[in-house]
């Protein structure tokens, strides 16, 4: 269980980076980038709730 935790954790960090990282390189606008974190975000709280 703790290393599905871990697994769990790494992805989640690893998803924000990543959709940060694309959103700049795409729109290079800070607030932009900063949304698509907080909306990936929002999507795993939702994915949450609902499972």
Do not use: C, P
């Not at 935790?5 to 932009?32: C, E, H, M, P, R």
């Amino acid at each position: 269980m703790e290393t599905r935790d871990s697994v769990v954790k790494t992805g989640l960090g690893f998803g924000a980076v990543l959709a940060i990282t694309i959103s700049w390189s795409v729109n290079q606008s800070i607030l932009w980038a900063i949304i698509h974190g907080v909306f990936g975000w929002l999507y795993v709280a939702y994915y949450a709730l609902t499972r």
